[in-house]
């Protein structure tokens, strides 16, 4: 700022602009040419290339940094949401063990994992718009903290009554899948996010296969050895591990990350380099887009079935097939760990398609993504042998999360403006799907709810003609916007005279900065 004031005492023709720089809204400094608000890094910090019209977004990925604020962010979001799934799910291969304990039906167990879906649903719609307010960081830390609270408290069950409660607390972990998304799109340009989001939530999605194998094959068999035996102790304080390992990550998160490349929420606020949000109207604006109905259904069938398979898997095979809990619990854990490079390999394929088809690519790989899904769903329902339908789930399971990472490789194109409130109504639903696949396998058989299951995920498959969104094409009309076209009449028709308004960090542009030389300052449009 002083740099601006000794400019304006040597410039007599901008003076009247003085009182401006009173008005905090208007303060502004210039930097390498750009009109800029507060910022923790400066250009220099920064250790990775980045786009300066996009809030200085990163243009690419480095897996092996852990600079700040990018990379920091991407691997605090994926390890964050890997303990989150580690929760959730810790308690889903000690089930069979709660059944027999509490002398409960499966009836009962499917009405608990109902229920901790419907706690995931109610929470990722709320998170949504509050982390276009709040940032992602901060609600990470927090959701986690509660979660491994609740997660302590497994032991504690004796009743239906209270396996359901618990696991409905719990259920809020499942929706820090909204955090993690929103937190790597703030870091990362649209042209890389398909990668980013596809690596970041599978790997993080991959805490729920670990959960199986490693409560159901290593945590609980250590706990019955310290028991002597004893089945019923060990589930319950087998959960006090993941427990522990969320809470502490819940902290680590908030202390060493940034909530977007130019600092923190609260920072940006308090500089004026941030207006504040309306939840409210955010909230609106994002629930009359068509486009993101579109990818709620099309979620509800690709993490929706991802949630359905990690609760039933484990049970699945130990009813169909007669085999241990340890065992059991192994194979379920297959179907989790394709996350491991399947959601990452279908953003990126999203990613490349975008580059040679625009949107349209993205929509077909999409809806080829699905179609593919529900036909192994298909075969897999009616596979009789333990060698086949392992092999099948295998399959199905990449592309349940490729279609995952191809969906939110499309989000952040619906509505940059409302990011937050999109990301929470499609992330809505996977919880969705859950809870109405749940509820079938709670009134029908294994196989019958297999075969529904993968004739509503081709149906939905369909829904991807529908999607059309702005300045892009769709499947079967339109075209994209020429960037080129677009930035040359903004040039023409846009350009004022008059100091650049600072925006905030969550406010986003595909627009150039316009600057000429230092005595004719230019608006910048957002």
Same mark, same amino acid.
């Given at each position: 700022?002083?740099?601006?004031?000794?400019?304006?005492? !040597?410039?007599?023709?901008?003076?009247?602009?003085?009182?401006?720089?009173?008005?905090?809204?208007?303060?502004?400094?210039?930097?390498?040419?750009?009109?800029?608000?507060?910022?923790?890094? !400066?250009?220099?910090?920064?250790?990775?290339?980045? =786009?300066?019209?996009?809030?200085?977004?990163?243009?690419?990925?480095?897996?092996?940094?852990?600079?700040?604020?990018?990379?920091?962010?991407?691997?605090?979001?994926?390890?964050?949401?890997?303990?989150?799934?580690?929760?959730?799910?810790?308690?889903?291969?000690?089930?069979?063990?709660?059944?027999?304990?509490?002398?409960?039906?499966?009836? !009962?167990?499917?009405?608990?994992?109902?229920?901790?879906?419907?706690?995931?649903?109610?929470?990722?719609?709320?998170?949504?718009?509050?982390?276009?307010?709040?940032?992602?960081?901060?609600?990470?830390?927090?959701?986690?903290?509660?979660?491994?609270?609740?997660?302590?408290?497994?032991? /504690? *069950?004796?009743?239906?009554?209270?396996?359901?409660?618990?696991?409905?607390?719990?259920?809020?972990?499942?929706?820090?899948?909204?955090?993690?998304?929103?937190?790597?799109?703030?870091?990362?340009?649209?042209?890389?996010?398909?990668?980013?989001? @596809?690596?970041?939530? @599978?790997?993080?999605? /991959?805490?729920?296969?670990?959960?199986?194998?490693?409560?159901?094959?290593?945590? #609980?068999?250590?706990?019955?050895?310290?028991?002597?035996?004893?089945?019923?102790?060990?589930?319950?304080?087998?959960?006090?591990?993941?427990?522990?390992?969320?809470?502490?990550?819940?902290?680590?998160?908030?202390?060493?990350?940034? =909530?977007?490349?130019?600092?923190?929420?609260?920072?940006?606020?308090?500089?004026?380099?941030? @207006?504040?949000?309306?939840?409210?109207?955010?909230?609106?604006?994002?629930?009359?887009?068509?486009?993101?109905?579109?990818?709620?259904?099309q979620y509800a069938c690709s993490f929706g079935v991802e949630l359905t398979m990690n609760n039933a898997a484990s049970l699945y095979f130990r009813d169909e097939f007669g085999l241990s809990l340890e065992a059991a619990a192994a194979i379920a854990s297959v179907c989790g760990s394709m996350s491991l490079f399947a959601r990452g390999l279908g953003g990126y394929v999203s990613d490349q398609a975008m580059k040679t088809m625009g949107m349209r690519g993205r929509l077909l790989i999409q809806m080829t993504f699905l179609m593919l899904e529900g036909g192994l769903v298909l075969v897999f329902s009616k596979a009789h042998s333990l060698t086949e339908s392992i092999i099948v789930?295998?399959?199905?399971?990449?592309?349940?999360?490729?279609?995952?990472?191809?969906? #939110?490789?499309?989000?952040?194109?619906? =509505?940059?403006?409302?990011?937050?409130?999109?990301?929470?109504?499609?992330?809505?639903?996977?919880?969705?799907?859950?809870?109405?696949?749940?509820?079938?396998?709670?009134?029908?058989?294994?196989?019958?709810?297999?075969?529904?299951?993968?004739?509503?995920?081709?149906?939905?498959? /369909?829904?991807?003609?529908?999607?059309?969104?702005?300045?892009?094409?769709?499947?079967?009309?339109?075209?994209?916007?020429?960037?080129?076209?677009?930035?040359?009449?903004?040039?023409?028709?846009?350009?004022?005279? /008059?100091?650049?308004?600072?925006?905030?960090?969550?406010?986003?542009?595909?627009?150039?900065? *316009?600057?000429?030389?230092?005595?004719?300052?230019?608006?910048?449009?957002?």
């Open positions: 700022m002083e740099t601006i004031s000794a400019w304006m005492d !040597d410039n007599k023709s901008v003076a009247s602009l003085r009182s401006m720089m009173e008005d905090p809204m208007l303060v502004f400094a210039l930097e390498g040419g750009q009109p800029v608000g507060w910022k923790k890094y !400066d250009q220099a910090q920064y250790k990775i290339e980045v =786009d300066e019209n996009q809030n200085d977004k990163a243009k690419e990925i480095k897996l092996c940094s852990f600079a700040r604020p990018h990379m920091r962010s991407f691997h605090c979001a994926w390890f964050a949401l890997f303990a989150a799934y580690l929760m959730w799910f810790s308690i889903s291969p000690l089930l069979s063990e709660i059944r027999d304990d509490l002398q409960i039906t499966n009836k !009962d167990i499917w009405t608990s994992s109902i229920a901790s879906l419907q706690g995931t649903l109610f929470m990722r719609f709320m998170l949504g718009p509050l982390c276009d307010k709040f940032g992602a960081r901060v609600l990470f830390a927090l959701v986690l903290a509660l979660a491994s609270i609740a997660t302590a408290c497994t032991g /504690l *069950i004796h009743t239906t009554r209270d396996l359901i409660i618990l696991r409905l607390t719990i259920g809020m972990a499942g929706s820090c899948v909204v955090m993690c998304q929103y937190w790597v799109s703030s870091m990362f340009t649209r042209e890389v996010i398909g990668t980013v989001s @596809g690596l970041c939530s @599978g790997w993080g999605n /991959l805490g729920g296969g670990v959960a199986q194998v490693l409560m159901g094959s290593v945590i #609980f068999p250590a706990f019955k050895e310290i028991f002597q035996g004893d089945s019923e102790k060990a589930w319950r304080f087998a959960c006090i591990v993941p427990a522990s390992f969320g809470f502490f990550t819940s902290i680590v998160i908030y202390y060493i990350a940034d =909530d977007c490349p130019k600092g923190n929420y609260s920072e940006l606020k308090k500089h004026k380099s941030m @207006g504040d949000v309306s939840v409210t109207a955010n909230m609106c604006a994002g629930a009359t887009n068509s486009n993101a109905w579109f990818l709620f259904i789930m295998i399959c199905f399971s990449i592309f349940v999360q490729a279609a995952e990472g191809s969906t #939110f490789a499309i989000v952040p194109y619906v =509505d940059p403006k409302n990011g937050g409130v999109i990301t929470g109504i499609v992330g809505a639903g996977g919880s969705t799907g859950a809870i109405g696949f749940g509820l079938t396998f709670r009134q029908l058989g294994y196989g019958d709810s297999f075969f529904i299951m993968g004739c509503a995920i081709m149906g939905t498959s /369909l829904f991807s003609t529908l999607i059309n969104i702005k300045k892009h094409s769709s499947i079967f009309w339109g075209k994209e916007v020429n960037k080129k076209s677009r930035r040359k009449k903004l040039g023409k028709s846009k350009q004022q005279t /008059l100091p650049a308004t600072v925006m905030g960090s969550g406010s986003r542009t595909d627009e150039p900065s *316009i600057m000429t030389e230092p005595s004719r300052i230019t608006m910048q449009t957002w």
